[in-house]
């Protein structure tokens, strides 16, 4: 019986405190949402048309280990705010995908994606690149870190209900309102 059956959603977010000590890094966040399921699902549908509907500022894009070596589970990758600039630009397409590319490979590589399900699986990943962004190796490895723990979660079906219920009011979201 197949692990990931049905449509799946994972959240992550990675933040940690500005190398000079200023507060958090919310320049270089990960915020990773993503959606996997098997082919014929809605995330099937979900992934095809984020690729193949381009629009101004919305982009999605396959994510690659490297040139010509796609992840498998076929990963697509679209960003969550407008592309302002080319460095941006070059953040979502480099650090950012290899982030999230290996994170794909090693969810494979440790079993929480069944390699046999690899080739019948659609995953679609929601990346947060702020335009000040300014530490690459961060965006890299932050959004790895995300992306593995969103889809860990999706698989695990994490948080529960009963998690979420025992702890939303007491929580903290680095962006909620001060």
Request: with cysteine; glycine share 6%; hydrophobic share 45%.
């Amino acid at each position: 019986m197949a692990i990931i059956d049905r449509v799946l959603v994972g959240e992550a977010l990675v933040v940690d405190q500005r190398p000079d000590g200023s507060g958090l890094d919310l320049q270089n966040v990960a915020h990773i949402d993503l959606i996997i399921g098997p082919r014929g699902s809605a995330a099937e549908d979900a992934f095809v048309r984020t690729l193949t509907d381009q629009k101004t500022g919305v982009n999605g894009l396959l994510a690659v280990v490297a040139p010509n070596l796609m992840t498998k589970p076929a990963t697509v990758m679209f960003n969550k705010v407008t592309i302002k600039n080319g460095r941006q630009a070059v953040q979502m397409f480099g650090p950012a995908q290899r982030g999230v590319a290996l994170a794909v490979m090693d969810a494979v590589a440790e079993g929480t994606i069944p390699e046999a399900e690899a080739d019948d699986i659609f995953i679609c990943v929601g990346v947060f690149i702020d335009s000040k962004a300014d530490i690459d190796e961060r965006i890299q490895d932050w959004n790895y870190s995300a992306t593995l723990q969103a889809l860990r979660n999706a698989v695990k079906r994490e948080p529960k209900v009963s998690t979420v219920l025992a702890q939303y009011k007491a929580s903290a979201h680095p962006f909620q309102a001060k």
